[in-house]
């Protein structure tokens, strides 16, 4: 069982940054693949980024709406996902989840087998 526990949210302005972390529990976190998801207010749960840096290799993606600007990073020897969130607009507003998935990471949420509880980005204008 995989636990995630997500911070580094708050309120910026626009052209800001802010850098998410996802903290993970348990020994095997080098076997999932990590992906970052955000929700806005009435909107469904959107993709943003995702990455499988394992043993077996692997690679990095992003939303077209995020390349660019964000970077997901997944530190291994620490248990922990990153999303480093550069030149931040007012349409980044949401809560953002980090999601965790055996072996591979995936742009489809339904794939994902364990989630966090979210953290809120407000980006002002």
């Known amino acids: 069982q995989v636990q995630l526990v997500e911070s580094g949210g708050g309120l910026v302005q626009a052209g800001g940054s802010l850098r998410l972390s996802c903290a993970a529990s348990g020994q095997t976190f080098s076997t999932y693949g990590m992906g970052w998801f955000r929700q806005a207010p009435g909107k469904e749960r959107e993709f943003v980024a995702a990455t499988t840096i394992n043993w077996s290799g692997g690679g990095t993606y992003y939303a077209d709406s995020v390349e660019g600007r964000f970077t997901i990073a997944k530190d291994n020897a620490n248990n922990t996902v990153y999303l480093q969130m550069n030149s931040l607009k007012p349409e980044d507003t949401a809560v953002y989840y980090c999601?965790?998935?055996?072996?591979?990471?995936?742009?489809?949420?339904?794939?994902?087998?364990?989630w966090g509880q979210g953290t809120q980005v407000t980006v002002s204008s």
């Open positions: 999601a965790a998935r055996y072996r591979r990471a995936s742009p489809l949420e339904n794939e994902y087998e364990h």
